[in-house]
């Protein structure tokens, strides 16, 4: 079975940083697009940033400049670096990824900006 396990998400000072990482296990040949999405309180989710098996990346203009997403293809990991932390970063982040045609979430990992 196919689990997606984030890890990371703590609470963190404005203007901090953090780095998150997603995990993909169980039986898997071969996996194509990997992405972050997050979701904050009373909010809908949203794409965070997203990143080809090729290295091509793709981020939410919110984002851009202060995330970094990247990908190790001989572990199955996705990780997404997040600097200059705001408070409106605030939410539940959600690993992605297609995986052998079909498509899987984790479980979500939360980050907290505040002071």
């Known amino acids: 079975q196919v689990q997606l396990v984030e890890s990371g998400g703590v609470l963190v000072h404005p203007g901090g940083s953090l780095r998150l990482s997603c995990a993909a296990s169980?039986?898997?040949?071969?996996?194509?697009?990997m992405g972050w999405y997050r979701q904050a309180p009373g909010k809908q989710r949203e794409l965070v940033a997203g990143?080809?098996?090729?290295?091509?990346?793709n981020y939410a203009d919110s984002v851009k400049g202060r995330y970094t997403i990247s990908r190790n293809n001989a572990k199955n990991t996705v990780y997404l670096q997040m600097n200059s932390l705001k408070p409106e970063d605030t939410a539940v982040y959600y690993c992605?990824?297609?995986?052998?045609?079909?498509?899987?979430w984790g479980k979500g990992t939360l980050v907290t900006v505040s002071s």
């Open positions: 992605n990824a297609d995986i052998d045609g079909r498509n899987y």
């Open positions: 169980g039986s898997i040949f071969s996996i194509n697009t």
């Open positions: 990143i080809t098996r090729g290295g091509r990346t």
